[in-house]
């Protein structure tokens, strides 16, 4: 049953909604799809969900209309993708900037809607009787709610239809919905990201998996090898008793004994081989870059080099539509310079999932837009996408740490920040990056060491506390990292340190037990900053890790507002030259904004992202 | 008196002279001539006339989202928000002189007005507009000033430390909106809580070291608590009720820098 459809101006003034519907709905379910959707790039899902509503959408680029309908999630309305066609059709007939009320559209409003009610129930019919229901459910009860559709459907306008329906659908679950993926309808492009809103079915994701390969599922996959790796591993122990030094033919027998090289120095360390790094000049945070220029020139003729044997004959009728501005973009026309501009994201390390939805997104939003003249459509598309990267990589709320710093100082506690992050990322020595630039500025740092898994993880803050001179709270290996975090916090409250920075123990997203000691440890000291490391080099995975942190810290949550990713640290960016596309990745999976990027491993190498030239170089 | 005559009769001999010469060129020759010089002047009095009156009549509407920006854009320009509003994704543009003034006789000058999303996502955009700007007005949200205070402030902020507005010391409007409600703040509450927020930002932001700094200017005096008062450019304190159509201050400081 259609909770509402409503028409509003992209600048927000709102045009036409429906007046027999007259529901109020609950909360505020517009405001968040733009926020949460359109405006974070998404606008090529299918469709979006908030509280018990669905929301779909369609845009109207040429006139700048966005058209929205609103249901209950529960009911699966097929007509509404065809509704929202047709209403977009009839309603730019009669727009006209100047009118702000259409009082005389509730009429033709009316009638589409009992057309497309009544399509709707004719492709149900159809798929009923056409596709047997593999014994999940009786036939005897498909053909109930058949005769009930027959009594109702002239009734009001499908009510009792659409809640029969319902029924059907949730006894044919898994059957009925891979139908409405497979045959939907005429806006809608099916792709992973849209489903996994919706209600979540077993059966529907086992034949996905079937259909669409493991693109996306890389984590279910790696968790089987991590089993059977532990499996196998298992098995050894227990055919050696003991462990026999391996004999290499090149290596003397005499220098085993040698092989144990920790000092005799015991744990405060022996002043003598202490050097101080009280000043290794300014940390990079501190420096602005310099942004090269490049001409646009050099991007066209690169372009051209790579594709000589582009069609004359496309050349020629792209450069004659150019100078005459072609009517209206067709997805046909996108389509070429979309896919190139996929590529090419792909090539700088963007993982390809992101890409996919990117480019949809802005294909949406292209669709329909009248070529400006002397413009080619590869270049339209540039500015598109250029614009929407910028979108996404502009922090959605002020990164100014210092800012937070004082807040907390002024209340008299200290502020958390704990890093969590998968193995091997970089995590302490980033953290120690943080702690010098931290005190460049004047405020008082203290480390916590909760790694307590690995072994020299601890003597590794230790050096750093040494050499940076900042107290570290550490209780050695084998304890509970939150319980040691909570302590660790009382101590800098008492201290008055202004700033606590917690190390964890890195882990992979999959491990169950681990994650949830993890967000025992967020959920026991609520800090005030969780930040994720993540390498630059990382590259479809960087979707999973963060996906999967985010849901096991959301769903092992025990107080309502659960926290999630604040914000990421990027960490390893000297390593690659160009292929920044991690960064994106990350951006736009969790919508945390990158904080801090690491590029070096000294000290001084912290630096701010800067947004304009990581989006360059993704387009170069 | 000799040398006079003298003169006299000198300057006579040249005017002879002159006439005869002129005398001697074709008409049309000088006829052609006397249109150019005439046309020539003509050209640089209108560009003298252009270039003097360069001011331009854009006025910025910015704010944080959901302060109510879109309703007073169109409260102002139609005298109603149709049937209402949700978070604008573009600017909205618009040449008209105000709803209010339609019965005014005469010819008023219209105000380009231009509503800023307030989405933080889509804060570039006003940086577009900054340097066409005459005026700007900052729209707050009176009700829910607190939860917000930290953010608007920062907002503000970042807009009076811009390279733009110090160097051409636009004036802006700190406008308290939906002041209709019953549980809204009063401005000058209003305007002490920002000037505070404003205080701390300066003394954090001056923290950091020279080469960081976003802004291009700090505001204030040193050593002083920061006041409005402080800025180069005007910064003055206004109510007004989107939904009610209570925008009269607004206007009339639009009005001020922008003359009918």
Redesign the interface.
């Known amino acids: 049953m259609l909770e509402q459809l409503?028409i509003?101006t992209?600048?927000?003034?709102?045009?036409?909604?429906c007046k027999e519907i007259g529901n109020a709905l609950k909360g505020s379910p517009?405001?968040t799809l733009?926020?949460s959707c359109?405006?974070?790039e998404r606008s090529g899902e299918v469709s979006f969900n908030y509280g018990a509503y669905t929301l779909k959408w369609t845009f109207h680029n040429d006139l700048?209309l966005v058209f929205v309908a609103v249901y209950q999630r529960i009911l699966q309305l097929l007509y509404v993708d065809d509704l929202l066609c047709m209403v977009k059709e009839s309603f730019s007939e009669v727009y006209d900037p100047k009118v702000?009320?259409y009082d005389e559209f509730d009429e033709r409003f009316r009638q589409l809607r009992m057309e497309a009610e009544a399509r709707g129930e004719e492709m149900r019919k159809v798929k009923v009787k056409v596709k047997p229901l593999n014994g999940v459910k009786k036939q005897g009860k498909v053909l109930k709610p058949e005769g009930g559709n027959k009594k109702e459907s002239d009734g009001d306008g499908g009510d009792g239809g659409d809640e029969v329906k319902g029924n059907v659908s949730s006894l044919t679950n898994g059957n009925h919905k891979m139908e409405d993926d497979d045959d939907c309808v005429v806006n809608g492009k099916e792709n992973s990201g849209g489903d996994d809103n919706n209600v979540g079915v077993d059966v529907s994701k086992l034949a996905k998996l079937r259909s669409k390969g493991v693109r996306g599922r890389g984590g279910l996959r790696k968790a089987e090898s991590v089993g059977s790796n532990k499996g196998s591993s298992k098995v050894e122990p227990p055919k050696k008793a003991t462990k026999k030094n391996r004999v290499w033919d090149d290596a003397a027998p005499k220098q085993q004994e040698k092989l144990d090289f920790t000092d005799s120095v015991d744990e405060n360390g022996g002043n003598d081989s202490v050097e101080v790094a009280a000043d290794q000049g300014?940390s990079m945070?501190?420096?602005?870059e310099v942004l090269s220029s490049e001409s646009e020139s050099d991007d066209d003729e690169q372009r051209s080099d790579e594709k000589p044997e582009a069609k004359k004959k496309g050349w020629f009728s792209s450069v004659f539509q150019s100078i005459t501005g072609k009517a209206n973009l067709e997805r046909t026309d996108l389509e070429p310079a979309l896919k190139a501009l996929k590529e090419r994201l792909m090539t700088k390390n963007v993982a390809e999932e992101i890409a996919e939805k990117l480019c949809e997104s802005v294909e949406a939003s292209l669709e329909g837009k009248k070529l400006a003249s002397f413009t080619r459509i590869s270049s339209t598309v540039q500015g598109a996408m250029e614009e929407a990267l910028?979108?996404?990589l502009?922090?959605?709320?002020?990164i100014?740490i210092?800012?937070d710093v004082?807040?907390a100082k002024e209340q008299r506690r200290p502020y958390v920040v704990v890093f969590v992050g998968v193995n091997g990322v970089g995590k302490s020595t980033n953290l120690a990056k943080v702690a010098y630039w931290l005190q460049?500025?004047?405020v008082s740092v203290m480390m916590a060491a909760c790694d307590t898994f690995r072994s020299g993880a601890v003597e590794q803050l230790r050096t750093h506390a040494r050499r940076l001179q900042i107290p570290i709270f550490e209780k050695g290996y084998e304890k509970d990292p939150a319980v040691v975090a909570k302590e660790a916090i009382q101590e800098a409250t008492r201290n008055g340190s202004d700033v606590v920075l917690v190390d964890t123990a890195g882990r992979m997203q999959d491990n169950e037990p681990l994650m949830r000691a993890l967000s025992k440890l967020i959920n026991l000291n609520k800090p005030d900053l969780v930040l994720f490391v993540g390498e630059a080099l990382v590259g479809n995975d960087a979707v999973d890790q963060l996906s999967k942190f985010n849901q096991k810290l959301s769903d092992l949550s025990t107080s309502g507002n659960s926290r999630l990713i604040d914000g990421i640290l990027l960490t390893k960016f000297d390593t690659i030259d160009d292929k920044v596309g991690a960064a994106l990745s990350m951006v736009y999976i969790s919508g945390a904004p990158v904080m801090f990027v690491g590029c070096g491993q000294s000290y001084t190498d912290l630096k701010q992202l800067n947004v304009k030239a990581i989006v360059k170089t993704l387009l170069k | 008196m000799e040398k006079l005559e003298d003169l006299k009769i000198v300057a006579e001999q040249w005017w002879n002279q002159g006439i005869e010469y002129l005398q001697k060129i074709p008409p049309n020759q000088l006829y052609a001539a006397i249109g150019v010089l005439l046309f020539t002047t003509v050209l640089l009095l209108l560009s003298f006339r252009l270039v003097r009156r360069t001011k331009s009549n854009t006025v910025l509407l910015s704010g944080l989202?959901?302060s109510g920006k879109?309703v007073l854009f169109?409260q102002l320009r139609?005298g109603s928000s149709?049937?209402?509003?949700?978070?604008?994704?573009?600017?909205?543009e618009g040449t008209f002189i105000f709803h209010t003034e339609n019965s005014k006789k005469g010819k008023i000058k219209p105000v380009h007005l231009v509503?800023v999303?307030g989405?933080?996502?889509?804060?570039?955009k006003l940086e577009e507009f900054l340097p066409q700007a005459a005026a700007i007005v900052f729209v707050v949200d009176a009700l829910e000033f607190l939860p917000n205070c930290?953010?608007a402030s920062?907002y503000l902020y970042d807009i009076l430390t811009n390279a733009n507005v110090v160097k051409k010391k636009i004036p802006v409007l700190l406008c308290c909106n939906k002041t209709d409600k019953l549980t809204a703040h009063t401005k000058e509450f209003i305007r002490k809580q920002m000037e505070k927020e404003i205080e701390?930002?300066r003394?954090?932001?001056s923290?950091?070291?020279t080469?960081?700094i976003a802004n291009d200017f700090t505001i204030g005096i040193e050593g002083e608590v920061f006041s409005f008062s402080h800025c180069g450019n005007k910064v003055t304190v206004a109510e007004a009720s989107g939904l009610n159509g209570e925008t009269v201050q607004i206007q009339d400081f639009i009005r001020e820098y922008i003359k009918p």
């Open positions: 409503l509003f992209r600048g927000g003034l709102i045009l036409w909604t517009i405001d733009i926020r359109l405006l974070e700048g702000m009320s300014e945070m501190d420096k602005e910028i979108r996404i502009t922090p959605r709320r002020s100014d210092m800012r004082h807040a460049q500025h004047k | 989202t959901g879109t169109y139609d149709h049937q209402g509003t949700v978070t604008s994704m573009e600017p909205n509503d999303p989405h933080s996502r889509l804060r570039p930290r953010a920062e701390k930002l003394a954090s932001r923290a950091v070291s080469a960081d």
